[in-house]
């Protein structure tokens, strides 16, 4: 008798389940971004996000300009959060070699700490709604779709943007296939208290990797380095690889001397893959990491973050306006995605391989001292233009 009751009572659970316009599986830029836009255009909403604000992660903090004028539009004005404008790159290899070129569209430098927790604020003062929770299946029945999470909560929606990151147990539960490889790569973040140009962001290889800094908002510096683990497992330990490997490289090492921790210990993240992923699953539409990674040293993921949230958000307001089917709604998101973005995953990938090869790192940097005009061009390829 008993189990009959506690099962009635969770098919009346289910039954009654608050129900939204669009669902938003993960409060990171992406899902924020894609929540603040929805609200303003009047739209129900409900974000469900596993770790309450604010936090830190792993994370290269630069952003390019090219979104300005869709988050200033959002109220998301950079300037009056100290956010420093950056406007040079430096790029530096193992032997000492630099290679110096302006940005061509340039950008600013905000904490994942801050910046997460802005459009968290601003979200949530335009009313959408955030609920602290693990999802543990989101799963389409026939018109709408029914999210649960580990608190044995169930919420139904007309859309769900998952907006996840890079790597979690839903990708797992929905069977995605890149979960099935495993990827070489670690992440490793730290913030630093340094002498560093509040103008610059700095791109210095080692060993195995490559490591960015920038200034972010509170005037701390970033420092967020990709390895290997064929070359961080000889250490297993990040303080004996920091001091053995990327300190090889004598701008990091000058840099580390001198630079005070402000993290009583630094912020990993493993198993980071940058194999190509599926813009729609399951009827999900993915936005941020969720939806593919470029390559870090491009600097151009949470600029490609923000964005997507916009074309994910226009798209289903549009279907919600125009009785758009659900799958034109599949079909012309994965459509713009990949219009959008394809190409710079792409050139992400070529640059990666190009720089970790040391012969082809070499040509890069004799070619593009003898032909300056060149690097900002190559950059370029892997950004886009404004949005608005």
């Known amino acids: 008798m008993g189990f009959f009751m506690r099962r009635n009572s969770a098919i009346l659970k289910e039954m009654t389940a608050a129900h939204y316009s669009v669902l938003i599986i993960g409060g990171g830029i992406a899902g924020s971004t894609a929540a603040l836009y929805l609200a303003t255009l009047g739209v129900k909403v409900l974000v469900i996000e ?85 999802v543990t299946s989101c799963t389409f029945r026939t018109s709408y779709f029914e999210v649960k999470t580990q608190e044995s909560s169930t919420y139904h929606a007309d859309y769900v943007l998952g907006a996840f990151g890079k790597r979690s147990n839903l990708d797992q539960s929905l069977n995605r296939p890149f979960m099935k490889q495993k990827s070489p790569w670690l992440g490793v973040k730290m913030h630093y ?82 194999e190509a992923k599926e813009p729609v699953v399951d009827g999900i539409l993915m936005i941020g990491d969720s939806a593919g990674l470029i390559h870090p040293l491009c600097g151009n993921g949470m600029a490609m973050a923000i964005h997507a949230a916009k074309i994910a958000v226009d798209i289903v307001y549009e279907a919600s306006t125009d009785q758009m089917s659900r799958e034109a709604v599949e079909a012309q998101y994965q459509s713009r995605w990949t219009e959008t973005f394809q190409s710079r995953l792409k050139m992400g990938r070529r640059l990666q391989n190009a720089l970790l090869n040391e012969t082809v790192q070499k040509g890069i940097f004799t070619f593009g001292n003898l032909f300056p005009k060149a690097v900002p061009y190559i950059i370029s390829k892997t950004h886009g233009k404004p949005i608005a």
């Not at 962001?201 to 970033?222: I, M, Q």
Request: contains cysteine.
């Open 50 to 134: 596993k770790q309450q604000y604010p936090n830190h992660k792993v994370c290269g903090e630069y952003v390019s300009n090219e979104v300005l004028p869709f988050l200033s539009e959002l109220g998301i004005i950079p300037q009056k959060r100290n956010a420093p404008q950056i406007d040079t790159f430096l790029m530096t290899n193992r032997q000492g070699k630099t290679l110096n070129a302006s940005l061509p569209q340039g950008g600013f430098g905000i904490s994942r700490y801050a910046f997460d927790e802005w459009l968290y604020e601003e979200a949530s003062a335009a009313g959408t709604e955030y609920i602290f929770e693990t």
């Open 193 to 274: 208290e340094a002498s560093f140009p509040t103008n610059q962001v700095a791109l210095h290889h080692f060993d195995g990797g490559y490591c960015g800094l920038s200034k972010t908002e509170s005037g701390s510096v970033n420092l967020c380095y990709l390895a290997s683990y064929d070359a961080f497992k000889r250490f297993g330990d990040i303080t004996a690889f920091q001091q053995n490997v990327l300190r090889q490289n004598p701008f990091l090492n000058d840099f580390l001397k001198e630079a005070k921790p402000l993290f009583e210990a630094p912020i990993t993240i493993g198993q980071i893959s940058f």
